[in-house]
């Protein structure tokens, strides 16, 4: 199994950015953490990051040639951009939501997700280790 995660604007600034809310570790510290994670499950990983919109739209278009599952972290997107919504509507790989923080206890404005209604589940809240859940998600529906 091979497994893409993707994070979106301002991810890139994690371990930086409101470490109350989001920790202390950089994105490439949990790049590793979850590389390693994802090695002792016998799963491939990769991963992308970007801040720009169109280019996390066109890294979802190349899904269903080289993955098995998608994670994606959209970051404020999640509020707002119709087009990875319909991105991911376009493809045939199951994708998982995953937010660090507990978006619905936060900003009003972060209470909806227009990406969750096209994905198999949201993971909300629980840290970095929503990433190892849906990990842990793909590998349960697999067997």
């Known amino acids: 199994m091979k497994l893409l995660v993707i994070n979106g604007p301002n991810l890139n600034m994690l371990g930086k950015r409101q470490p109350d809310i989001y920790g202390k570790k950089s994105l490439d510290d949990i790049n590793k953490d979850l590389e390693s994670y994802a090695k002792l499950k016998n799963i491939a990983i990769d991963f992308f990051q970007s801040n720009h919109e169109g280019k996390i739209v066109d890294k979802i278009q190349e899904v269903d040639s080289y993955f098995d599952g ?58 970095l280790n929503g990433y190892k859940m849906a990990i842990n998600k793909f590998i349960y529906q697999r067997s």
């Open 70 to 127: 998608l994670i994606i972290n959209p970051g404020a997107l999640s509020h707002y951009s119709i087009s990875i919504r319909d991105a991911i509507s376009s493809i045939n790989t199951e994708t998982i939501e995953v937010h660090i923080s507990n978006i619905f206890k936060r900003e009003i404005f972060r209470h909806h997700s227009v990406i969750s209604e096209v994905c198999k589940s949201s993971i909300v809240g629980l840290g």
